[in-house]
């Protein structure tokens, strides 16, 4: 918000979860209030029953990214979601997808598991092997269609740093007992705020059978909790661990792109950080 008013700018969402209606409180939507007049792009786009789409996010953010440099606005991608950041600001060109294709592996996924289909990507592609989780049924399934699809590594398609927009990346960094602790207040809140009705409120709008929404944090958990499958206080604990343990793989992420200034956003720094930032920012513009 400081980057934006100071740079005559507007918010282009990065998260991916807030591409979603109704999804507020979970992944901590700004209110109307909170945004100040501050205009935000790219939130409240989808239902919650849709598939998320890295290459349909990417020409939305671009076309927004544009229009405003094309208005002499100041473009402030916001969001910690790794792929849709690259996705709109380097050079990365999504594989088609084939639904033939997609249907067999999907059905091969839920008759033989996560694991056979791992072993098979790890011979394809053993750098995507060691990329993708074993357990992550998903991205296995997409990585095999793009072998099948383009013949090639699915690693092949992966974001280089090669960017198509002058860019200015910030992160924000946290050491880890503090952070960990900030993830499990942020939880509480949640709860506090109404999540539960929140999510209830989605179900009926079809969340559980939402490819991607079903899965996001805290959501997912919820609907564990309704459909009796936990308790409420287990789904609020395993919130706070799968919280963690995300936030540990977005470090990961953007750790290894060497474009990122890292900022300290610990509460003894936090008063300077949007002046360092700005600073930063500006002298990239003057360089």
């Known amino acids: 918000m400081h980057l934006a008013r100071e740079l005559d700018g507007e918010v282009v969402n990065a998260d991916s979860m807030q591409l979603y209606r109704g999804m507020d ?13 501050v205009p935000h792009h790219l939130l409240d786009i989808w239902d919650v029953t849709e598939a998320a789409s890295v290459a349909e996010y990417q020409r939305l953010a671009r076309a927004e990214i544009d229009r405003l440099l094309a208005a002499g606005r100041t473009p402030v991608l916001v969001g910690g979601s790794g792929l849709y950041v690259r996705g709109a600001i380097d050079a990365l060109d999504f594989p088609g997808t084939d639904p033939e294709v997609r249907a067999r592996l999907e059905a ?42 383009t013949g090639k590594p699915f690693t092949a398609h992966l974001p280089g740093h090669d960017s198509v927009y002058d860019t200015v990346q910030i992160g924000v960094d946290v050491a880890r007992p503090e952070l960990d602790a900030r993830i499990a207040r942020r939880v509480d809140r ?22 991607t929404a079903s ?20 789904a609020r604990a395993e919130t706070v661990r799968a919280t963690k343990r995300f936030a540990r793989r977005q ?37």
């Open 215 to 234: 899965r996001a944090l805290g959501y997912q958990q919820v609907l564990a909790a309704l459909a009796g499958e936990c308790t409420d206080d287990e």
């Open 108 to 149: 091969e996924l839920t008759l033989r598991g996560s694991g056979a289909l791992h072993a098979r990507l790890s011979a394809a592609d053993p750098r995507a092997g060691r990329a993708i989780l074993p357990s992550n049924g998903r991205r296995i399934v997409r990585a095999l269609e793009v072998i099948e699809i």
């Open 25 to 37: 409180i979970g992944t901590a939507k700004l209110t109307a209030e909170e945004r100040a007049g």
């Open 190 to 211: 949640m709860w506090e705020e109404g999540l539960v009705a929140e999510v209830r409120g989605l179900e009926a709008k079809g969340l559980r059978e939402g490819r």
């Open 251 to 287: 470090d990961s992420w953007f750790r290894r792109d060497a474009r990122v200034h890292w900022l300290s956003g610990g509460v003894e720094q936090r008063a300077e950080l949007p002046h360092r930032a700005l600073s930063l920012v500006e002298r990239a513009v003057t360089a």
